[in-house]
């Protein structure tokens, strides 16, 4: 999937935010440290500086939303990261993005902390970030 691909996809899929660019996508993939992991409908960003990895975003297609394609595409990111020797999995969600917080939930992430006013919503308003963590099993 092409830097302008996944770019498309985040604009649709995060209306409400300042959606990343393909220059700005390009240029985290040109780190030695960031990997994309990407399906048909959808991508996911890690950044892997072992023993500890971010999921920086997880994007699908609002056409395919509630299909079960995250929770595959996240199962993946997961596997991924383990195989890159990262022993936990860290990662930030807008406390109210219901499904998101639901697919980590049910994938077993706990909350570690929170940022407080960090994501700016389209009324001007903000919410919070929860800071969420998994434990990540050896790559066998």
């Known amino acids: 999937m092409t830097p302008e691909a996944m770019a498309a996809l985040y604009a649709a899929a995060f209306p409400d935010s300042r959606p990343w660019t393909a220059t700005e996508i390009a240029a985290l993939l ?40 995250g929770r595959a595409l996240l199962d993946e990111t997961l596997e991924r990261a383990a195989a890159l020797d990262a022993s936990c999995l860290f990662l ?19 909350q570690t902390g929170l940022r407080a006013n960090y994501y700016a919503q389209a ?16 790559a066998a």
Do not use: C, W
């Not at 040109?30 to 990997?35: A, F, I, Q």
């Not at 930030?92 to 706990?110: C, I």
């Open 30 to 69: 040109d780190r030695p440290s960031t990997h994309a992991i990407t399906a048909p409908h959808g991508f996911a960003l890690i950044q892997v500086i072992p023993p500890e990895a971010e999921l920086l975003t997880i994007v699908i297609d609002t056409a395919r939303q509630g299909q079960g394609l």
């Open 92 to 110: 930030e969600v807008d406390m109210t993005n219901a499904p998101a917080r639901a697919l980590y939930g049910s994938a077993g992430f706990e």
């Open 123 to 138: 009324d001007g308003s903000r919410s919070d970030a929860l800071l969420l963590r998994k434990a990540l099993s050896p």
